[in-house]
């Protein structure tokens, strides 16, 4: 079984490389000839439905997902959003992302530091059947970076029930609560069912 995924980011691919052990797992990247849409949705699964169509126009007959994640941070009105990989800029670092929403709730004297992440997918099977699982993870923004495991705002982001932030407590853990991790839970079982040769 072949599953494509709709995206450049190392990271994530390693998240559904580890979670989805059993699956031979392609990306946008090994293509010749392809052009990434525009973010241009309102929410999540606009995003990943662009990504996921875009990519299916030129993978015919294979499993193809569109995903879109990002942080909603209470204490910015749920920025940065679906803007969460560009919110210091459309080539911003993870770094300089973090960085900016630092700064932006130290401006507003953001009291409230709660925080979720989420995770849209929509997938498309061999036969074009359209199939759409989401994922949450709930936590709080610490005051400052802590930790080097992760990417993106897993250095700032403490998950409900856990004192460290994601990027300290490492890969294997986060991929038993995150929010990528709970909807490609639900993906294998749109697999299992769904899949010619199930799992």
């Known amino acids: 079984m072949q599953l494509w995924l ?8 390693i998240e559904f490389q580890t979670l989805l052990s059993k699956i031979e797992i392609h990306t946008q990247g090994e293509l010749k000839v392809f052009s990434p849409p525009d973010e241009t949705g309102k929410t999540f699964e606009d995003n990943a439905r662009l990504k ?3 990519l299916k126009s030129v993978k015919t007959g294979v499993w193809v997902i569109g995903e879109d994640s990002g942080l909603e941070v209470d204490g910015l009105n749920k920025l940065p959003g ?32 709660k925080a979720q992440f989420q995770c849209c ?7 074009g ?7 949450q993870m709930t936590g709080n923004i610490s005051e400052k970076v802590r930790g080097t495991d ?3 705002y897993d250095p700032i982001f403490i998950p409900d ?4 932030t994601l990027a300290e407590l490492g890969l294997t853990r986060k991929n ?4 990528r991790a709970e909807a490609i839970r639900k993906l294998g079982a749109i697999f299992e069912t769904n899949a010619a040769s199930p799992l």
């Open 52 to 54: 996921a169509r875009a």
């Open 6 to 13: 709709a995206t450049s980011n190392r990271g994530k691919l």
């Open 176 to 179: 038993q609560i995150s929010h």
């Open 82 to 113: 679906i803007h969460s990989a560009r919110y210091a800029g459309p080539n911003a670092r993870d770094s300089e992302n973090v960085a900016k929403l630092l700064k932006m709730m130290a401006l507003r004297s953001a009291t409230n530091r």
């Open 121 to 127: 997918m929509v997938v498309y099977s061999p036969e």
């Open 150 to 152: 992760g990417f993106g």
């Open 129 to 135: 059947k359209e199939f759409v699982v989401n994922g």
């Open 161 to 164: 029930g856990e004192t460290k």
